[in-house]
């Protein structure tokens, strides 16, 4: 579809004003609809963060998948929520302790249970009104960082291999990420997913 958007623009040069104003409209509406197909492909939008109902933080089938999250970020423990990338801890919650910690080769800002990035945290922060970084406020910003990937159908639904197929995009410790870091397997996810409450379906 891009490519078909990209031959018409070319056409523009070659042509009448007439056909210039056709065409522009021809490309136009192809590239919308690929900008659809991409977002279709992606799933990821982050309005979805403003707008998740923060109660579903509390359904089992949620709590289940931020279980498996956390097995995966290294995070299950209580002390989870205060530790930090490369696994020292922060003190407060007040805010992301946004510190750059640099280990194993890379460095990151990425803290709490989930390990998010202090960019990606503020993201999540002013869409969805949270205020510190509390264990509470991670665990609903994980929620919408859930919703954003179109996962939370899947999660409450039980289609636990669905979901994580989305969610493997956020958080690279789960079965299948393409992002080349060790992952958990697909047996890992399902036993914590139905030790921590789950039912899973698919």
Known sequence: MLGAAVVVLGYLAMSDEDTQ??????????????????????????SRMASVDKALVDHPQVRAMLAVIRRGEGTAD?????RLFG?????????????????????????????????????????MGLGSFSPRNQDIAALGRIAARGALPDVLAGNLTAAI???????ASLPESPYGQGTITWATARDVFSRAGGSATA
């Not at 409209?25 to 990821?44: C, I, P, R």
């Not at 209580?78 to 205060?82: K, L």
């Open 21 to 46: 104003t056709e065409a522009a409209g021809v490309a136009s509406d192809l590239l919308e609809g690929a900008a659809q197909a991409v977002d279709k492909v992606t799933s990821f939008k982050i």
């Open 78 to 82: 209580a002390a989870g929520y205060s």
């Open 165 to 171: 197929k989305r969610l493997n995009k956020e958080w």
């Open 87 to 127: 696994g020292a801890s922060f003190s407060g919650f007040a805010d992301h302790p946004r510190q750059a910690v640099s280990k194993w080769g890379l460095t990151s800002t990425a803290a709490g249970a989930y390990q998010m990035l202090s960019k990606v945290w503020d993201e999540t922060r002013d869409l």
